[in-house]
């Protein structure tokens, strides 16, 4: 990987990081539906959004806002 492609990643990588933790704060404090969470950061696919979220924080969306 070319040492450019390589920041553009790192780059992608840092900003899903931080539109995860908006997500779980939003989990947390806005009462909001998941579906529209996924709306308000641009997530179109609720199934896309369980998946980065779980792997990210290592526990369903579901699960993080019951805890």
């Known amino acids: 990987m070319k040492k450019e492609e390589n920041t553009v990643w790192m ?12 997500i779980r704060h939003l989990l947390a404090h806005s009462g909001f539906r998941m579906s529209d969470i996924c709306e ?3 997530i179109s696919s609720t ?13 369903s969306p579901s699960q993080y806002e019951s805890w």
């Open 11 to 22: 780059l992608l990588v840092a900003v899903i990081g931080h539109i995860l933790c908006y």
């Open 40 to 42: 308000t950061v641009g």
């Open 47 to 59: 199934n896309h959004f369980y998946y980065l979220f779980k792997k990210r924080f290592g526990i």
